[in-house]
């Protein structure tokens, strides 16, 4: 096991008041506007994924003392704009992620890395987590879980490489 520091450095935007306003519980509440919670979860799960060589994960992340990546919760009509401009998809999403990282640019040599960002559309959280008959947090733990996935580099072309990664999705959110 690596013996190094980790300073998680997270860009947190809330969930816009119009999504807000359907949700009463205080956990969700807090999950959607308070960034503490996310941050203990993403460094958590950064540390496992850092401390495993068996894992995909660049070495420049493995081996960084400050990671810096954003986490923006919002609605369907914001997401369907994301997707129509970033992957010329005219549809709503789920989850989005922009790696900032990528195998053919060379990166200098630093303690510390930006990872990107992963949008969730807690509109279609919901609506997911009503229809898998789970829990919100379920839901939003699953979605985050998918883009950071995708921000460490991790992709699903074919159904052996999905399913690689859904089994540690669960194995995360497990956590």
């Known amino acids: 096991m690596r013996d190094l520091s980790l300073e998680l450095d997270l860009s947190f935007h809330a969930a816009p008041d119009n ?3 359907f949700f009463k519980d205080p956990l969700i509440h807090s999950l959607l506007t308070n960034s503490k919670t996310w941050e203990e979860v993403l460094f958590n799960w950064l540390s496992i994924i850092r401390n495993d060589d ?5 070495e420049i ?5 400050l990671i810096s990546m954003g986490l923006q919760f919002t609605d369907d009509t914001t ?3 994301m997707n129509s401009i970033w992957r010329k998809k005219e549809e709503h999403t789920d989850v989005l992620s922009f790696p900032i990282l990528d195998e053919l640019t060379p990166l200098p040599a630093t303690d510390s890395v930006e990872l990107g960002d992963i949008i969730v559309s807690v509109t279609t959280a919901n609506r997911q987590a ?3 008959k789970h829990q919100l947090v379920i839901e939003l733990r699953w979605l985050v879980s ?6 460490l580099g991790w992709d699903h072309p074919d159904q052996r ?3 690689e990664m859904l089994a540690f999705q669960k194995d995360l959110i497990e956590y």
Do not use: E, Y
């Open 19 to 21: 999504t807000l306003k």
């Open 54 to 58: 068996a894992l995909k994960c660049p």
């Open 61 to 65: 992340v493995r081996n960084a003392s």
């Open 79 to 81: 997401i369907a704009q």
């Open 130 to 132: 009503l229809a898998m």
């Open 146 to 151: 998918h883009g950071l996935l995708h921000l």
């Open 161 to 163: 490489s999905l399913d």
